[in-house]
T-cell receptor
Framework: DAGVTQSPTHLIKTRGQQVTLRCSPK?????VSWYQQALGQGPQFIFQ???????QRGNFPDRFSGHQFPNYSSELNVNALLLGDSALYLC????????????FGQGTRLTVV | GESVGLHLPTLSVQEGDNSIINCAYS??????FIWYKQESGKGPQFIID?????DKRQGQRVTVLLNKTVKHLSLQIAATQPGDSAVYFC????????????FGKGTMLLVSP
């Protein structure tokens, strides 16, 4: 049973560029949440997708957007990258109705130069 | 806004000792708490959880204590091993959180052989 998988594992982008990160949830899970983890900090909630719609959103600008596909996989898009967007981006999946712990992927390390 | 915080940024122990990692939360409406372990280069890994209708829960070598009166959460690790070295985060879910987690900054646990 595959856990949460994210791609790519590492990425380097230039300021002003756009980036797309991908996540496949754990088998049987229907809800995907994205978190940003700056170095030395705890993860910060970006948004959550369920039934292909954004269900909740944290305190992040509109430059951060996402999508969920019918197979429950998800993408995180960040436009007009800033140096401060450099972080580990984590995807977590859950089964909404079960209301239990989230399972995390290994993350994508994004470096903006 | 309200968030979960930790008292100690770094905890150093000897192998075989018992470790206690503390966490203070400020949102009295939170009803679900989770401890995660994060090793370098990896995503957070679920350790143990507790709901607000409980004050203690035990797992294998780990115990979580919840004191709602003082809004305090602790993680006890028995017979700490070098493999326990990692950053530990407590996280909370506040209704209607729908599995969205609010993390603290984390505590680094260093276990010496």
């Amino acid at each position: 049973d595959a856990g949460v998988t994210q791609s790519p594992t590492h990425l380097i982008k230039t300021r002003g560029q756009q980036v797309t990160l991908r996540c496949s949830p754990k088998s049987g899970h229907d809800t995907v949440s994205w978190y940003q983890q700056a170095l030395g900090q705890g993860p910060q909630f970006i948004f959550q997708y369920y039934e292909e719609e954004e269900r909740q959103r944290g305190n992040f600008p509109d430059r951060f957007s996402g999508h969920q596909f019918p197979n429950y996989s998800s993408e995180l898009n960040v436009n007009a990258l800033l140096l401060g967007d450099s972080a580990l981006y984590l995807c977590a999946s859950t089964l909404l109705i079960a209301d239990t712990e989230a399972f995390f992927g290994q993350g994508t390390r994004l470096t903006v130069v | 806004g309200e968030s979960v915080g930790l008292h100690l940024p770094t905890l150093s122990v000897q192998e075989g000792d018992n470790s206690i990692i503390n966490c203070a939360y400020s949102n009295s409406a939170s009803d679900y708490f989770i401890w995660y372990k994060q090793e370098s280069g990896k995503g957070p890994q679920f350790i143990i959880d507790i709901r607000s209708n409980m004050d203690k829960r035990q797992g294998q070598r780990v115990t979580v204590l919840l004191n709602k009166t003082v809004k305090h959460l602790s993680l006890q690790i028995a017979a700490t091993q070098p493999g326990d070295s990692a950053v530990y985060f407590c996280a909370e879910i506040t209704p209607p959180g729908y599995s969205t987690l609010t993390f603290g900054k984390g505590t680094m646990l260093l276990v010496s052989p």
